[in-house]
């Protein structure tokens, strides 16, 4: 799934839109961190986590530990 980068005027935009005005010289710097953060979350979408259990099947207490010093 491709999308169109979010621009400086968007970002303010919907930035306004919550409630959060932001001052004009941080539109860009918003724009780009949101951008960021897209790419990055888009990295993990295409990654296949096959039979990963979720996180709460997880016991601590049940793991062993059998280190030597």
Do not use: C, K, Y
């Amino acid at each position: 799934m491709s999308f169109a980068e979010l621009t400086p005027p968007e970002a303010a935009l919907w930035a306004a839109r919550t409630g959060l005005p932001l001052p004009a010289d941080r539109h860009a710097a918003v724009a780009a961190t949101a951008n960021h953060i897209h790419s990055v979350v888009a990295v993990l979408r295409e990654l296949d986590f096959g039979d990963t259990p979720p996180a709460p099947a997880f016991r601590a207490e049940q793991e062993m530990h059998d280190a030597a010093v």
